[in-house]
């Protein structure tokens, strides 16, 4: 693998194959997190967003390919990177006879650290009740539960797969400010999403990823400028609608050969950023 | 140890209801001997001539009205079988169970590699199915102490060491088939320790069948042939061991290198 020698790398994936059967789960996936970034790794369900992070995490053995975290090799080095990791599965399940509080207990003893603090300022943020059993909690708070044991050993590389579902607007708002201390405090994030809005309020750089496949990777900002305008305008009474891609000069000359009455020039959503660079990408491969 | 903790804690309960429901049994029984010992006592010749049943349940060599031959006939038989029965559950339920619950998730992205989740996993089986034994072992006592009777401690004790042993290796290969199934194997592993009871009753029967007291537990710590021979038969017993030994090995040689499943 390329190692750059300014740059470090919370996470690098190298050509990770994975397959369920017949079918491919990641598909050649390479992507490079840099330390201290927040990067949203964006995809629909099913496009291997979970897969792709549980070869990062070594719950799943059988693949091809390299990944190297927090500088660490991803299959002889799986205790350390955990030690050093904070996970945030998208369906947070833990047993259900124990209390919150052995459950907090036991994800800090595991890593051997002395939590208590952290945890309990967690908890307090995140309205955990802790005295109550997993099986009498809802979805929300269990998620509210993951989050306290992902991030209570302040680790250095944070994985959250769809950390919101569940969670509810006012909980959102909590959890992402959790996420921006952490960042600030020098913690790398990891944001698997299908939700569009929150990566761009948030994170920095971010990949599509679809059918196991990355489609592409750069800066948010990047990714949101990506030349593609929607136009409106009207002549004669009538409305028309168009997406132009390329140079603005070209669709000033354009827009000068229609001669409109008037015009609307706007910003994709990255919704619709999504399915242009997916169609972009079908349309290559063609 | 922090694993080992978890487990214990988590299996507590299951293993208060089978030891109390084991242990309450034998201890009932030996209190009734007191009552029905002069009701056996007639049977007891007719008992130990009805052939192939006799030799099944041991009554071909004991006086089934002594209380050496009751404890091997019927109060062997309970600890034997629910012993079994609880070592098969604890043990397939051991690692499949955080797949089917889905907590492997959590679990397995906590900085333990998994020969570690298998090595305590394992270590928390064996210790509840100590825990299973000395309590039934308590309550045994107290039977025999209210019954007024007592038996040879030599004995005894070897009869206990056999039945460890023997709970151990049926855990050990229903842990072996946790670590393959992503489910609970519960109704298996049962169904395992009933069958494996069955082959000692069959090799008994049927000479045929004699090569059966390799595989099954149940044949070197049958009660009734260390009350007769105060030994227990090395070469079953050895197998047992080498059953018991391998199958954390094998375990953690799959567990290793598979996809858990979330």
Redesign the interface.
């Known amino acids: 693998m390329e190692r750059s020698e300014e740059k470090r790398y919370a996470i690098e994936i190298c050509d990770l194959v994975k397959f369920y059967g017949k079918k491919a789960g990641a598909d050649g996936i390479s992507l490079r997190v840099e330390e201290g970034d927040i990067f949203g790794f964006l995809g629909p369900n099913g496009a291997g967003k979970s897969t792709a992070i549980r070869c990062m995490l070594g719950i799943l053995r059988s693949y091809e390919g390299e990944i190297r975290i927090l500088s660490m090799d991803g299959r002889r080095q799986r205790r350390e990177i955990l030690s050093q990791v904070g996970y945030m599965p998208s369906e947070a399940m833990f047993y259900p006879s124990m209390k919150v509080k052995d459950v907090i207990r036991l994800a800090a003893d595991a890593r051997g650290r002395e939590c208590e603090k952290e945890a309990e300022k967690i908890c307090a943020q995140l309205e955990v009740n802790t005295e109550k059993r997993i099986r009498e909690l809802s979805l929300g708070n269990r998620k509210k539960v993951s989050i306290v044991c992902a991030m209570q050993h302040k680790p250095r590389l944070l994985v959250l797969d769809e950390p919101t579902s569940g969670l509810d607007p006012l909980m959102q708002e909590v959890f992402f400010e959790l996420i921006c201390e952490y960042n600030r405090q020098g913690t790398t994030c990891f944001l698997s999403s299908h939700v569009l809005p929150e990566v761009k309020k948030y994170c920095r750089n971010a990949a599509f990823i679809r059918d196991g496949k990355i489609i592409r990777t750069d800066s948010v900002e990047n990714l949101s400028r990506s030349g593609l305008r929607r136009i409106r305008l009207w002549k004669q009474g009538r409305e028309q609608r168009f997406d132009y891609t390329g140079e603005t000069n070209g669709l000033l000359h354009k827009l000068a050969q229609m001669k409109p009455e008037d015009v609307l020039i706007e910003e994709p959503s990255l919704d619709e950023l999504f399915l242009h660079y997916y169609e972009e990408e079908k349309g290559g491969k063609a | 140890m ?1 694993l080992l903790k ?1 487990e214990l804690r ?1 299996n507590f309960r299951s293993l208060l209801i089978w030891a109390g429901c084991v242990g309450f049994g034998c201890l009932g029984c030996l209190l009734l001997f007191e009552g029905i010992k002069d009701s056996i006592e007639p049977m007891a010749e007719l008992y130990g001539k009805m052939g192939a049943f006799s030799v099944a349940l041991g009554m071909d060599k004991l006086n089934v009205a002594s209380m050496e031959g009751y404890f091997a006939t019927e109060i062997a038989l309970i600890f034997a079988v629910g012993g079994a029965m609880f070592a098969a559950m604890t043990g397939a339920v051991m690692l499949s169970k955080e797949e089917e ?6 679990l ?6 998994r020969v570690s989740v298998v090595f305590w996993k394992y270590g928390a089986m064996a210790l509840l199915i100590l825990l299973f034994q000395l309590i039934c072992i308590v309550a045994i006592a107290l039977g025999l102490a209210g019954a007024g009777e007592s038996l040879d401690g030599k004995t005894l004790a070897l009869y206990y060491g056999s039945q460890l042993l023997m709970q151990l290796e049926v855990g050990s290969v229903c842990f072996l088939l946790s670590a393959l199934c992503r489910k609970k194997q519960i109704g298996a592993a049962l169904g395992f320790s009933v069958f494996l009871y069955m082959a000692d009753v069959m090799c008994r029967i049927v000479p045929d069948l004699e090569i059966l007291k390799y595989a099954t537990p149940f044949y070197f710590s049958n009660a009734a042939d260390i009350f007769v021979n105060k030994a227990v038969e090395s070469a079953p017993a050895l197998i047992g061991l080498g059953v018991l030994l391998a199958s954390p090995v094998l375990s953690a040689a799959i567990y290793q ?4 499943s ?1």
């Not at chain 2, 619950?101 to 959590?106: D, I, L, P, R």
């Not at chain 2, 290198?257 to 858990?260: C, E, G, L, Q, W």
């Open positions: 922090i978890h988590s619950g889905h907590t492997a998730e959590f397995y992205t906590l900085p333990f590699d290198k598979r996809d858990i979330a």
